[in-house]
């Protein structure tokens, strides 16, 4: 079985310092991840994803995410926040051993707020 | 932003009422998918097309009604919902490669706010 977890449903950052949302997954393989947005009365924006190769990858504005394997983690990560990254954001994961398309997770979202 | 369209962005219904929802990709994928979106909760799967063919049903009640006329167009159809149906319902599409092997991203359109009075 496959599960991901965002253990924050809410994360505060000052504008300028850097911000990280949490993400740790369980597949019984490898996993394909991935790391959404979305803004208020809009769908789902993809930023990220790590197939495989270099651990650290790098997305849209800015952003990038980590693959840890031993801690089974992929922490989204941003060196200076601004107020426009505000929003929520959702981690996702499959498990490279299924083959359906179907067989992504999301985990249940962590809402980013950057304060000027 | 225009990769995947959806409408009405927006619909009210009563609990007798059917309606459609509509959603169109541009990108040429080859697999459509349906999710709904409730307050504080995961994102729910819903159904999964490939290749026009539905190949998932994740336990969805038959008052939702799928249908996917081409690798383009994936329609919701809903009749008799119950308030607890209202929630943002999400499309999206992805290219699933012909191993079967699916990886790639989905591209997910703007979704449409349902409400059910």
């Known amino acids: 079985a496959q599960s991901v977890a965002q253990p924050e449903d809410q994360v505060n950052v000052a504008e300028g310092n850097p911000l990280t949302v949490k993400c740790t997954y369980s597949?019984?393989?490898?996993?394909?991840l991935f790391w959404y947005v979305q803004y208020p009365n809009r769908g789902l924006q993809f930023l990220l994803k790590?197939?495989?190769?270099?651990?650290l990858v790098k997305g849209s504005y800015g952003f990038e995410a980590e693959f840890n394997k031993s801690q089974t983690s992929f922490h989204l990560k941003k060196p200076s926040a601004l107020v426009s990254d505000s929003a929520l954001y959702f981690c996702a994961v499959r498990d490279k051993a299924y083959s359906s398309a179907s067989k992504i997770i999301f985990g249940s979202g962590t809402r980013l707020s950057i304060r000027p | 932003e225009t990769g995947v369209t959806q409408t009405p962005r927006h619909l009210v219904m009563g609990m007798t009422n059917k309606k459609s929802l509509k959603c169109e990709q541009h990108?040429?994928?080859?697999?459509m998918y349906w999710y709904k979106q409730s307050a504080k909760k995961p994102l729910e799967l819903m159904f999964v097309y490939n290749f026009k063919e539905q190949t998932e049903n994740n336990s969805v009640p038959s008052r939702f009604s799928p249908e996917c006329p081409n690798s383009s167009h994936l329609f919701l159809h809903l009749h008799t919902l119950q308030p607890e149906d209202s929630a943002l319902y999400l499309c999206?599409?992805?290219?699933?490669?012909?191993?079967?092997?699916?990886?790639?991203?989905?591209?997910f359109g703007p979704g449409t706010r349902l409400l059910v009075l």
């Open positions: 790590y197939i495989t190769g270099d651990n």
């Open positions: 999206a599409s992805s290219q699933d490669h012909s191993s079967g092997r699916a990886r790639e991203t989905q591209y």
């Open positions: 597949v019984s393989g490898n996993p394909y």
């Open positions: 990108l040429g994928h080859n697999a």
